[in-house]
């Protein structure tokens, strides 16, 4: 079945840094959506990425999807104590499927 | 707040037990999905409905199983209950069956199997 990989699994990252999480798809998304929980929360939506080379931007963060469609990444530029908590990357394979399949996550920990 | 919720927060059961998970989706939304979320497994997918229909299945063990009712509220029942099924239960609706929408999670049942 379609795998969703993640790294890093961790990342600790001073207040300031830049952080960056790669998903990676055992085979081709039609889409890929990214999800934030925070401690002690439940999952939020961010975004969700269609087209091939897509790039979008939310402020400081920039969520690229691969040309090939088999992976994403979520940058965060000056990262801010807000940034805390985990990223997750879900994608769905098309062809009659209606599930996504979630990434383990990047727990970011930002050190102010 | 999402819209979704969840019922009890909080479940603490014996092995061996049975327990029922409810959600009731954000109004107007058509799709329930449950998902597991153990510390080193992350979102695992267990069942989606759509307006009272099953749509699709994950990981989800043969003593787990849920249901969507006219109202579109749904229950996840989890029997047999083992040391390992401890975990924090997510419910999330969306508007459509398709995935290309986005999901809203609830605030999860966080269930202890002693």
């Known amino acids: 079945g379609q795998q969703v990989m993640q790294i890093p699994q961790y990342q600790h990252v001073q207040e300031g840094e830049d952080f960056t999480t790669y998903c990676n798809s055992s085979?081709?998304?039609?889409?890929i959506q990214w999800y934030k929980q925070r401690p002690g929360g439940h999952p939020v939506f961010l975004i969700q990425?269609?087209?091939?080379?897509e790039v979008k931007k939310q402020k400081r963060l920039t969520f690229q999807f691969g040309e090939a469609k088999k992976n994403s990444s979520l940058h965060i530029t000056a990262t801010q104590t807000t940034d805390v908590g985990t990223y997750f990357c879900a994608g769905n394979s098309g062809a009659g499927s209606y599930q996504l399949t979630f990434g383990k996550g990047t727990k970011l920990s930002v050190i102010p | 707040d999402s819209g979704v919720t969840q019922t009890p927060k909080h479940l603490i059961t014996a092995t061996g037990q049975r327990v029922t998970l409810r959600c009731s989706p954000r109004s107007g939304d058509l799709s329930v999905y449950w998902y597991q979320q153990s510390l080193d497994q992350g979102l695992q997918f267990l069942i989606q409905?759509?307006?009272?229909?099953?749509?699709a299945k994950g990981n989800i063990l043969e003593r787990f199983s849920a249901q969507q009712f006219p109202d579109l509220h749904s229950e996840l029942n989890l029997s047999s209950l083992e040391l390992g099924d401890s975990a924090l239960y997510f419910c999330a609706s969306s508007v459509a069956l398709a995935p290309h929408y986005e999901q809203y999670f609830g605030p999860g049942t966080r269930l202890t199997v002693t």
């Open positions: 990425l269609v087209k091939s080379g």
């Open positions: 409905y759509y307006n009272g229909e099953e749509r």
């Open positions: 085979t081709t998304l039609s889409n």
